[in-house]
């Protein structure tokens, strides 16, 4: 008889702890599967010219689709700044529930623009949460403008200086101020006669010295017929 009590008590307090581990495994949140989620980002900048190192920065904006989707912080987007050629991974999301979690990734293009051009490319990031035996099981995959898997979001930004101006600043600083140039030639015209002016005079001293000649002759003749 006690035999029997004994029995049933155990397999009564059986029953109670399977049950008690079956609700554990299917109705708890776990955590313990594979939940690690690491979005890769890089830029790569193309310069012609010089630049400096501090300018050759990139603004990148981590966006979620829908509300409530994990996020590395509480808003609802997240910002990386990366700097020259610069790979990061966007880390820190906490999934706890299966589904389907979608972004866009995309640069955050500067008011100012002279000389650079800004990849304008949006990626759309898709995190799929699954349950497996071993818990969380997640899959990310990145996709560009043209709706192709790729294996990062990589941007490419250009910056070419502006030649043109250089050559412009070198050339006004080495011509002559021709305006003062073109003074002074006027100012040196009003004090000497130009060559048109002396042809056409020489002709009155010549007659001047003729004249002066033929007085200096005509004196000198009176004079020796007087003695």
């Known amino acids: 008889m006690m035999s029997n009590r004994w029995l049933n008590s155990t397999l009564k307090y059986s029953n109670y702890l399977f049950v008690l581990l079956l609700g554990m495994f299917f109705f708890s949140p776990t955590t313990h599967g594979q939940t690690f989620v690491s979005i890769p980002l890089e830029q790569a900048f193309n310069i012609s010219g010089s630049l400096d190192q501090e300018k050759q920065k990139g603004h990148y904006v981590l966006e979620a689709l829908e509300v409530g989707n994990p996020m590395p912080t509480d808003q609802a987007t997240y910002s990386v700044e990366l700097l020259g050629n610069e790979r990061k991974t966007i880390e820190g999301f906490n999934f706890s529930q299966e589904g389907t979690f979608s972004y866009n990734l995309y640069q955050q293009v500067p008011k100012s623009t002279v000389g650079f051009t800004y990849d304008a490319q949006v990626y759309l990031i898709t ?51 021709t305006e003062k140039e073109n003074g002074n030639s006027l100012n040196r015209a009003g004090r000497l006669p130009r060559t048109g002016q002396l042809k056409e005079n020489s002709w009155v001293i010549g007659f001047l010295i003729l004249i002066f000649a033929l007085e200096l002759y005509r004196r000198k003749y009176q004079s020796n017929h007087r003695k």
Do not use: C, M, W
């Open 127 to 177: 995190v799929y949460v699954t349950r497996s035996v071993n818990g969380l099981d997640v899959e990310v995959t990145v996709k560009n403008d043209q709706k192709l898997k790729v294996e990062s979001a990589a941007f490419t930004n250009i910056y070419v200086a502006n030649s043109n101006k250089e050559k412009e600043d070198h050339t006004s600083g080495s011509l002559p101020n």
